[in-house]
């Protein structure tokens, strides 16, 4: 039986998501993995709560109660065993200084600050392991990602750390393409989306709806962040484009990347509701833009392209007949076009969002690391 | 620097284009993954070639040389540094016993034949690794499944064996389905199209063709094999979804596969010529199968399903709005269906055959058992 130690950072959807699906499935872990999957510590903004028994761990009865307490909105610093605390790397620390010899630590960051990026790299300079939903510490300066993903570093490189879900969720799109990278097939472009938000406004705006009339009907049911400027903007889409791009070899920083939102920025001083009702003032011109790309048999798609060094993320025309031309909906498509897959490109399409099943790949992470 | 000694079995159009591969690559290799891939031999059918100096491995001139000299056709056994050889286990047990005490060998099976089995067990058997290519050795009995695969046996499970490119040549098919597994997702459905030729008859058969006119087409172009009926009766889909199959935790043995091919089996005793003559008598229910579909909004595709415990591989009606029925052409496609991916699937799609994919998956592979 392999044992593998977890510190987990941040325990909102994902992280509460992670706790009960390593719950659930303590028993796969342990027949087909030989795999015990031992919880050290949980973490949020407000405090820790640290297994007193190291060699138990937190035990499934506390890891279910503070998924129920997690549940209710509260911090960790009001449960009857948490303590306070304002840095994770303490924590995660101590659980690395208290561990065995022969065990390791992996680190599973399901926060989305940059708070976290001390402890992931105190981590993995401590040898230890590090799994990451969080796109932020990925998306700083091009030092900290070399860190984290440790490239070219050391000859555990494939083995220290995994980031799977910061691109399209569950999808495999960094495994895909890691095994391309290892392979020596050239990258030539990565096209794709990857904000379900955008491909419903897409596909929406397709369908002849107004902008103003699309943008609307998600923010009232809720697909939208709070301001739905968040997901207009393109901003989480450009760092998921600088993953995959930094993930090709190449150093890139987010001013790097070219970003064009769907709405200009001269809104962005707006409040909410004025930005709501300002919308209609945008929608002939993406009309006209929909119109001009059908005219040549085209489609209009909010992609992020990955080509000859360089980001770009905005409203793109793409061929109708092409993967990214034929996805309708909120799911999320990358295209690799490389040298073996021409002219057809290598296509991994699906969820992109959602909880659970980013948990899911957060869980398949976690396991990969137990056997590299 | 990581070192991994390699013994390669086949050396036809899949392993020659790996050997290249490997020479291509060295610098990317040595530089950002810290390995060093030493070829220790290299066996094909009739002979093999051994590395005398098990520290340097088959130079990159030689291994360019065992690439050209097959590349006209003759066997090892006719190579300068030849020798006649009729089992590989030999070759494999000499390469592993002289390799030094911290040291690790993969057994790349590159061939099509059940004859490496033994080979590849032993090696196994030794604590060492396998990638294979070749899918016969996988869907001959469970027990020898299980082995190469060492699903359940050791804690070093997800370490010792890889088998990607045996379902979609180099697409992460087998990859997607390790990490949907290892977390835990439940597979409800496999649906998948595994063979570039059957989409290419597919594909003709809804643009209005007859069947006995695309495969005239197909044969004649080269797209099929030598005798077409290996393409259309559907056997070598079967063993890929025996193998994705398998993959779920399903012990099942070929014979379980219902397979239905695209004629009948009477025509199996047919010459070659006699069969393409004939197949004018199985146009007409095509064309009626084909529009039986089409007046219900579906398709035909000649599709392998894993579900409920079962492999189907038969033309089957699926949604003309799903992934497989938007697919046209030769592109292989698998559709993953789970609890959270659902009622979208997972989709995975691309090239899924030529020797250069196919080696290029292999050698992702062999990279990633570096590193487990």
Same mark, same amino acid.
């Given at each position: ?83 306070? *605390? ?5 924590? +995660? ?9 022969? *065990? ?37 300066? *091009? ?23 910061? +691109? ?127 005219? *040549? ?8 392209? +990955? ?66």
């Amino acid at each position: 039986m392999k044992r593998l130690n977890l510190v987990v950072l941040g325990i909102g959807g994902v992280g509460r998501s992670l706790l009960q699906q390593i719950v659930v499935n303590r028993s796969l872990h342990t027949k087909q993995y030989q795999l015990n999957l031992s919880v050290q510590a949980v973490c949020d903004r407000s405090g820790a709560i640290s297994a007193e028994d190291r060699s138990a761990g937190l035990g499934d009865d506390t890891l279910g109660q503070v998924v129920e307490f997690k549940a209710s909105g509260k911090g960790l610093v009001e449960h009857s065993q948490g303590i306070a *605390q304002d840095d994770p790397t303490k924590i +995660v620390k101590q659980a690395i200084a208290d561990q065995a010899a022969n *065990q390791e630590t992996v680190v599973v960051d399901c926060t989305a600050t940059e708070a976290t990026v001390s402890a992931l790299t105190l981590a993995i300079d401590m040898g230890q392991k590090v799994a990451l939903a969080n796109k932020i510490p990925l998306t700083v300066q *091009q030092e900290v990602y070399s860190r984290l993903t440790t490239a070219g570093a050391t000859e555990r490189d494939l083995g220290r750390s995994r980031w799977e879900t910061t +691109v399209g969720a569950g999808l495999p799109v960094i495994a895909t393409l890691g095994r391309l990278i290892a392979s020596g097939d050239a990258i030539q472009r990565i096209a794709g989306t990857f904000s379900g938000t955008l491909g419903y406004v897409m596909t929406g705006l397709q369908e002849g709806k107004l902008l103003s009339e699309i943008v609307r009907e998600a923010y009232d049911l809720g697909y939208t962040e709070p301001d739905p400027r968040d997901d207009l903007g393109g901003i989480d889409v450009a760092r998921k484009a600088l993953i995959l791009a930094r993930g090709i070899g190449w150093a890139l920083e987010m001013d790097d990347v070219q970003v064009e939102g769907l709405y200009p920025s001269s809104m962005d001083a707006l409040s909410i509701s004025e930005f709501m009702d300002a919308l209609p003032e945008l929608d002939s011109s993406f009309q006209q833009r929909i119109q001009d790309a059908a005219a *040549q048999g085209k489609v209009l798609r909010y992609a992020a392209t +990955v080509e000859d060094g360089q980001c770009r993320v905005m409203p793109t025309v793409v061929h109708a007949d092409s993967p990214l031309g034929r996805l309708t909906g909120t799911d999320n498509l990358a295209e690799f076009h490389t040298t073996w897959y021409s002219p057809n490109p290598l296509v991994v399409q699906g969820r992109g969002a959602g909880v659970e099943a980013t948990a899911a790949g957060v869980l398949s992470d976690i396991v990969e690391l137990a056997y590299t």
